[in-house]
């Protein structure tokens, strides 16, 4: 079976493939940097040549999904399964509409069409359209990538994956963090898979099983919410015989991850600017009905403040004076080699990209955030990875999740969210195979700030986004 191969696989890969592979449905809880993806494409090969499938829908959030299609798929798809491949976009023009409607018309004899979709086109309109062609038109496997995306049942992707999955011949599902908030996480996830596979048909009875609810009154009305959990075991019994969990330490001799921080000092204007804000927030705490959303909205504005800028009333962004930009150009400066900055804010991925720009040159970088188009993207990436003059990448959340960074040895945190996930998967960017070297994650921080909690609370694995009101209130006192 070696030269069924494009790449050789692994072995915790070689084994899960023989015992999944003809599986309707399967999830595949591996964690970062373990070889998901490539276990995806050896399966959707497997299929095409014993004819099960002439289709592979691959729905991937958008900061990655074209990871898949130029550089996932040509590495890994087997020579056993020649394959026409076209990814979404709304906004390719006539003629990316002609190759699409070509691949979504029907299969070719003798190929795989291969259909590259992000997840967030899925919500409306033409993007959901087109995958539903597909799958209506196709033997289709469809592959859910960073499954946690459809974790809310009343979400519009994920009940436009939900009607996909009814179409779909076979299912799978991929995430090294299959819960992010809490184990009411999954309940959507293996409902894509297979409706009721886990012994319920709705998600208010699985619920019921699985979590303490307790009601209370807000904004004048009765809710209901999630005061505890229960029956875990029960849940993890269900799940395991579908499901794969692999960890790195299982499988991977990679070397060590270690963190430290650097700590910033805030100007005499921040400290005021601060102070007030605080003061702000702290009065809404006390005196109004407060929800994790706007709690959370409250963290970002003291965030904004730390990191040099502040928002007005009226939406306008102004600048305070920071020592923050300093402290990370001297990081840079000390560490010699590649690294990733991290930023929240796109005013944060403004103002460190304008000074690498004078301290190292404007071709020492390449941005990747929400603004940055797809084909700059991969360009980006191709760059960090293999042009010895581009030291850094500036990165947002966007880039979190899909991409090999493994020429980069150092993240820089400038500023951090507020979701687990996020923190995780962006670390295993650089850390996954084919890294040789130590990485190194700093987190800059300002002391006695919620710059220091915020970091501490995920050091902790905690999700400030999925906390309960009382849990944000701590991190303001």
Same mark, same amino acid.
């Given at each position: ?29 591996? @964690? ?64 990316? @509409? ?42 289709? =496997?469809?592959?859910i990538d960073e499954s946690t995306a459809i974790k809310n049942p009343k979400a519009a992707q994920t009940k436009a994956c939900v009607e996909i999955g009814q179409h779909s011949e076979y299912r799978r599902i991929m995430t090294g963090t299959p819960i992010t908030q ?63 969990r692999i960890s790195k330490e299982e499988c991977l001799d990679l070397p060590p991850k270690t963190f430290s921080v650097e700590y910033v000092e805030l100007t005499s204007e921040q400290k005021k600017a601060y102070q007030s804000m605080k003061e702000l927030c702290l009065?809404?705490?006390?005196? @109004? ?26 939406? =306008? ?161």
């Open positions: 079976m070696t030269d069924f191969f494009a790449t050789e696989p692994m072995q915790h890969q070689l084994d899960v493939l023989r015992s999944s592979a003809r599986t309707e449905f399967y999830a595949v809880f591996w @964690e970062m940097g373990v070889g998901k993806t490539k276990l995806a494409l050896d399966t959707a090969a497997c299929m095409f040549v014993e004819k099960r499938i002439d289709g592979l829908l691959f729905i991937a959030p958008k900061g990655c999904y074209l990871n898949t299609y130029y550089n996932e798929v040509p590495l890994h798809m087997s020579a056993r399964a020649p394959y026409r491949m076209e990814f979404w976009s709304a906004t390719g023009g006539k003629k990316k @509409e002609r190759s699409v409607n070509a691949l979504t018309r029907g299969p070719a004899p003798g190929f795989l069409d291969i259909f590259v979709v992000n997840i967030e086109s899925l919500r409306s309109g033409r993007g959901k359209v087109a995958a539903m062609k597909f799958v209506r038109t196709h033997k289709t =496997l469809t592959i809490d184990p009411l996480d999954l309940y959507s996830q293996f409902d894509f898979l297979c409706h009721g596979c886990l012994g319920f048909t709705n998600f208010y009875s699985f619920r019921a099983e699985y979590a303490r609810m307790q009601k209370v009154q807000m904004n004048g009305r009765s809710i209901n919410i999630v005061r505890g959990f229960r029956n875990l075991e029960d849940l993890k019994h269900r799940i395991a015989p579908h499901s794969s009065t809404q705490l006390e005196t @109004e009905v407060i929800t994790v959303t706007n709690a959370l909205t409250m963290l970002g504005k003291l965030q904004q403040i730390i990191c040099g800028h502040i928002i007005d009333e009226n939406g =306008l962004t102004h600048d305070i004076k920071s020592n923050r930009i300093a402290t990370l150009i001297d990081i840079l400066a000390r560490h010699g080699g590649k690294a990733i900055i991290w930023c929240k804010f796109r005013h944060d991925i403004r103002a460190v990209c304008a000074a690498l720009s004078d301290a190292f040159g404007e071709d020492s970088f390449v941005p990747y955030f929400g603004d940055t188009k797809d084909a700059e993207r991969k360009l980006a990436c191709d760059r960090i990875q293999a042009d010895d003059s581009c030291r850094f990448m500036v990165a947002s959340k966007s880039a979190a999740k899909g991409l090999t960074l493994t020429t980069a040895t150092l993240n820089v945190y400038y500023s951090l969210w507020f979701e687990l996930e996020t923190y995780l998967q962006s670390q295993d960017r650089t850390h996954r195979k084919g890294q040789t070297q130590n990485v190194h994650n700093i987190n800059l921080i300002v002391r006695g700030t919620v710059d220091e909690k915020i970091v501490k609370a995920l050091a902790s694995k905690k999700d400030i986004a999925g906390s309960i009101v009382d849990g944000v209130k701590m991190l303001f006192t």
